[in-house]
Nanobody, 123 residues
Framework: VQLQASGGGLVQAGGSLRLSCAAS????????AGWFRQAPGKEREFVAA??????YYADSMKGRFTISRDNAKNMVYLQMNSLKPEDTSVYYC???????????????????WGQGTLVTVSS
């Protein structure tokens, strides 16, 4: 599976952005998908995941971010609202198979990664 993330940019605090991730290569619906982010000098951090129609979020993103997917279009989205300066990071989409539910928050559960898209939130 090849993944291509897009939609990052500069936004003011309180604003919104929608990230997109285009998948190609295999039957994307067979994979669960996730978004992670990584700020300079920090570890890659779980943001959200979607698996068999169920969604999962990091606590700090609940109520602000929404992950969704369109299997017919091989797309995954991350709608980000009420953005904060601390949300500034490079955001990565990922896809995986074989991981158990409790491991969806772990980067090692994903075999395929996109290249990342930079989100900058100004105060």
């Amino acid at each position: 599976v090849q993944l291509q993330a897009s939609g990052g940019g500069l936004v003011q605090a309180g604003g919104s952005l929608r990230l997109s991730c285009a998948a190609s290569g295999r039957t994307f619906s067979n994979y669960y998908a996730g978004w992670f982010r990584q700020a300079p000098g920090k570890e890659r951090e779980f943001v959200a995941a979607i698996r068999r129609g169920s969604t999962y979020y990091a606590d700090s993103m609940k109520g602000r971010f929404t992950i969704s997917r369109d299997n017919a279009k091989n797309m995954v989205y991350l709608q980000m609202n009420s953005l904060k300066p601390e949300d500034t990071s490079v955001y990565y989409c990922a896809a995986g198979a074989g991981g158990i539910l409790s491991s969806l928050r772990l980067p090692r559960s994903y075999q395929y990664w996109g290249q990342g898209t930079l989100v900058t939130v100004s105060s």
